[in-house]
């Protein structure tokens, strides 16, 4: 795959498989930084620690780190294609903006679970997991399934930009191909008076020669009548 060609719609394709994969391991990402998804049931004695899935936690932020980095490789390798009208030089710029906000997005989890951590460990030296975060963080599970709606939202209305830029684009270059036509045919029409000419004398002789022979028709038909 290193020394495959892509075209500007594979590559394309492949930049939003792995922005949805990217933004769908970024919100587990965060559930599990913040502790709220935990496989196991307990009782009303039991305790969760924090840092249960602190292996979990480092082992997936590697996995969304290692995407970011194809996506960045991917992104570049569309900037390097031809641009070719105002609708594809949005869709690069709107590839960056997301990578932009995934990258924001991982670093902000990061960031919030190093804090977390960092604090727990202050209230509770001896025990780090005496901590019970489902009742603390569901306002912030909330928020998350809130901004994961705003981001698919945001995300389609800019497909429907972009498509509708390119139908523009098309509906121009079309009028373009029409003038171009039109012109075309005045040109041959101005080279060619002679043959304007001739076809309207021709068609005069027509209308003429109709008149005659209606005329003559007329007559005899008179002179039948008379006799």
Excluded: W
Excluded at 41 to 58: I, M, Q, R, W
Excluded at 142 to 162: A, G
Aim: aromatic share 4%.
């Amino acid at each position: 795959m290193a020394g495959t060609i892509l075209s500007y719609e594979d590559l394309r394709k492949q930049a939003r498989h792995l922005e949805n994969d990217i933004d769908l391991k970024l919100v587990a990402f965060s559930k599990l930084g913040a502790g709220i998804n935990t496989p196991h049931t307990h009782n009303a004695s039991d305790t969760v620690p924090l840092l249960s899935g602190e292996d979990t936690f480092e082992a997936m932020g590697l996995e969304i780190e290692q995407l970011l980095g194809k996506l960045t490789q991917v992104n570049e390798r569309m900037s390097e294609q031809p641009v070719s009208g105002a609708a594809m030089l949005h869709t690069l710029r709107r590839h960056k903006d997301i990578l932009a906000d995934l990258s924001r997005d991982f670093r902000k989890t990061n960031s919030q679970h190093v804090a977390r951590r960092e604090r727990e460990e202050l209230l509770h030296p001896n025990k780090s997991d005496n901590y019970r975060p489902e009742g603390v963080n569901r306002r912030e599970q909330y928020s998350i399934k809130e901004n994961q709606h705003i981001y698919n939202s945001d995300r389609l209305v800019n497909d429907q930009i972009s498509i509708a830029m390119e139908t523009r684009e098309h509906l121009a270059n079309q009028r373009q191909t029409f003038k171009r036509m039109q012109t075309r045919f005045n040109d041959i029409s101005n080279r060619f008076p002679i043959m304007n000419s001739l076809i309207q004398r021709i068609n005069i002789r027509k209308r003429r020669d109709s008149i005659i022979l209606g005329l003559v028709i007329a007559v005899c038909k008179a002179f039948q009548i008379c006799i």
